[in-house]
């Protein structure tokens, strides 16, 4: 008798709830049901930067909205926890240490300058030039014990070929020459992914490994990590990316990619949960509309397609009105809208917005209808700014919208500050800046106060009406990004 199946989601919190951990987890979580396995949730938080309390309560508050569940995590705990990595940096000390022992890792005492220095002379995807790896062991311990900084890399055979299986695409081979000197422990004592994710996995007892297509050139770093180490290769499976309707990998610059978005929409959680689960695979009877129930019983990985799943809000909308229509009794689903979007907490904070406008009860639904809505009607000429250009203010809301994905306090008087210090660094004065704003999340030039405005619609709706207006604006060239990014990075700093 086999193992027991034992799979796993590990989301990085830093940033919004992603469509594409809510897909991962949908499979792995079925895949376990079906095989009556163990489903593992991860958190993997050694970005210390970037990585928040906020963000991973987000990410557990949305995969339970859609009506996932898990054996062991971070919440619950379980036989092989902590479950955030940055509760286990001693665990990966310890086989980092196990690596320099054998031999197959060594310190490396570069510094950015010099690694800077080798990209600008052999180009930016040249790798590390293993300077570092001819030193003794008994030359970089003295040097580590004298406080040198260092980082720590794997060891990577300069030739020849890796070769590992695919549940879906079979034999894959990658040529060593083209795989980099990995850092596997970072100067400031936290593992990288690739140590992580394989000690993780080996130590929760991963069977099987299914995650996006985007780690498959990675796999040869784990695969050598695992042969270090001694350990049974899982079974790697690889799902198709998610991609926008022109087959670019799906982004937030052409679709809505947060799940909280599709919350905030009005899109029922049981008809987004099923479209993720249409995301290259199909029931035997070719029927679209399932429950989770029935996904579980009858997934099998094998049969996933590689055609490039198109992420469509077209059909997404399709779906949820077969569920709307289908599923809920009138009195269902007047329970549903009071859940969403009529209850009375929304709707006490919208009140006080609206009442000074007020005129008579019917004025209600003309002054309310933006937070009840997941879009707005948008005209170019409506969109203006007092001596800019449609492409400047295009410039300007995009600034705006990378201001917004880094704002962690989404509270009036933090976007009121916000606004005031963008206004500053734009050189143009905060009614300049609100003005198209007041237009794009509202589709009026005159609305409720718009920060408060903006703290009940909530980030990711904000930002996509703001990435609506750019669209509609005539949106922004590859190439006018990258200028603007730069001009980003000089005003406000880093952007990830």
């Known amino acids: 008798m086999g193992r027991q199946v034992r799979v796993r989601v590990a989301p990085s919190p830093t940033g919004d709830p992603h469509l594409g951990t809510a897909y991962q987890a949908l499979f792995n979580c079925a895949f376990a049901r079906r095989r009556g396995g163990k489903f593992i949730l991860r958190i993997e938080d050694t970005d210390r930067v970037r990585s928040s309390e906020e963000s991973e309560v987000a990410i557990l508050e949305s995969l339970r909205w859609l009506g996932l569940s898990w054996d062991e995590g971070p919440d619950i705990g379980g036989p092989h926890g902590p479950y955030r990595q940055s509760e286990r940096t001693e665990i990966y000390r310890q086989h980092v240490d196990r690596l320099l022992e054998t031999g197959h890792a060594y310190r490396c005492f570069c510094t950015r300058e010099r690694l800077e220095e080798i990209r600008t002379r052999q180009g930016a995807d040249t790798g590390y030039d293993r300077h570092c790896r001819s030193i003794s062991s008994k030359e970089s311990d003295r040097r580590a014990a004298a406080g040198e900084p260092f980082v720590v890399r794997m060891k990577i055979p300069p030739e020849g070929q890796s070769l590992f299986q695919d549940l879906l695409r079979g034999e ?10 990995q850092i596997i422990l970072k100067s400031d004592g936290f593992p990288t992914y690739h140590l992580a994710v394989v000690v993780d996995d080996h130590l929760m007892g991963v069977t099987h490994v299914i995650r996006g297509e985007e780690w498959i050139n990675s796999v040869p770093k784990h695969v050598k990590l ?22 670019s990998k799906l982004s937030k610059r052409k679709n809505p990619t947060s799940i909280n978005y599709y919350r905030q929409a009005g899109y029922l959680p049981e008809a987004l949960l099923n479209y993720l689960g249409l995301m290259g695979w199909a029931m035997p009877t070719g029927e679209e509309k399932f429950t989770l129930e029935q996904m579980c019983q009858n997934l099998e990985l094998e049969k996933i397609s590689l055609g490039g799943p198109v992420f469509d809000v077209a059909k997404l909308r399709w779906l949820n009105g077969r569920y709307i229509r289908e599923d809920y009794a009138p009195e269902a689903l007047q329970e549903k809208l009071e859940e969403w979007a009529l209850n009375q907490e929304r709707i006490g904070k919208i009140v006080p917005l609206v009442q000074p406008r007020l005129e008579t009860l019917a004025d209600w639904g003309g002054l309310t209808t933006a937070f009840f809505a997941d879009e707005v009607s948008l005209a170019a000429e409506d969109l203006k700014m007092k001596g800019k ?31 005031r210090e963008m206004s500053q ?16 999340l509202s589709g009026k030039p005159v609305w409720t106060p718009l920060f408060d405005s903006m703290e009940i619609l909530g980030s990711d709706m904000v930002r996509m009406r703001l990435q609506r207006a750019i ?3 005539g949106g922004i060239s590859g190439k006018k990004r990258k200028e603007l990014d730069k001009q980003y990075t000089a005003l406000f700093g880093y952007r990830d």
Not at 425 to 440: H, S
């Open 172 to 181: 894959i081979c990658k040529e060593w020459s083209l795989v980099d000197d």
């Open 226 to 247: 695992y042969e270090y180490f001694g350990w049974e290769l899982p079974v790697f499976c690889h799902l198709p990316l998610l991609r926008n309707r022109d087959k």
């Open 389 to 419: 250009k449609p492409e400047e203010l295009a410039a300007i809301l995009q600034m705006l919208v990378w201001r917004l994905e880094q704002q962690r306090d989404f509270t009036a008087p933090a976007l009121d500050a916000l606004f």
């Open 425 to 440: 660094k734009f050189g143009i004065t905060l009614r300049d800046l609100t003005g198209p704003c007041f237009v794009a």
């Open 471 to 473: 669209e509609v604006l």
